[in-house]
């Protein structure tokens, strides 16, 4: 993993203009395996990346007032994007996702722990739609989200307070502003 040692301090901050760059990079190594088969040019690939890159921000940013569009900082590295929503009645995670090198090292772990917490808090469900195919959904249901729904390829994932007891109280996830 990049920087020295293990990853310590995980930090949140809302998104910049001068992150839509990583931001869309981030996105792009989301879609690797998925275009790899696809007979296009390296340029017909990231072309096609950022249109539906920005075509997904412009979405989130749209159909989801008021949510937090947070950048993942890894000791103090870009690492990642964390964009939720507080509802009435639940918090969504509008979308969680790592750089490759940030994968598999308990940082997604360490982040949803702390949307669960809030969930918790504020007595409220936290839910998500998960690609059925996502190696993330063993995350999911292990930290004990459960389908509610279907969306066509996703699945409509929730997670609620009083069924996960005393487990997601592990390291804090601060937030810088």
């Known amino acids: 993993m990049p920087g020295t040692g293990a990853t310590n301090e995980i930090v949140l901050r809302p998104i910049r203009p001068e992150d839509m760059n990583f931001l869309s990079h981030l996105y792009a190594s989301t879609r690797e395996v998925e275009l790899a088969p696809v007979p296009w040019s390296r340029e017909q690939k990231e072309a096609f990346l950022r249109f539906q890159f920005e075509a997904q921000h412009k979405h989130y940013v749209e159909h989801y007032p008021g ?95 009083e069924e996960m007891g005393a487990a997601g109280d592990e390291d804090q996830v601060n937030t810088a502003s």
Request: no cysteine; aromatic share 8%; hydrophobic share 40%.
């Open 67 to 161: 949510a937090s569009f947070d950048v993942v900082l890894a000791n103090g590295e870009p690492a990642g994007r964390l964009y939720q929503v507080e509802w009435d009645r639940e918090i969504r995670l509008i979308d969680v996702a790592l750089l490759p090198e940030f994968r598999g090292h308990g940082i997604g772990s360490r982040l949803l722990a702390g949307v669960l917490a809030r969930g918790r808090e504020v007595g409220k469900a936290v839910t998500i739609h998960v690609e059925q195919n996502n190696p993330a959904m063993r995350l999911y249901r292990r930290l004990g989200f459960e389908k509610i729904g279907e969306h066509g390829i996703y699945h409509l994932m929730e997670w609620r307070p």
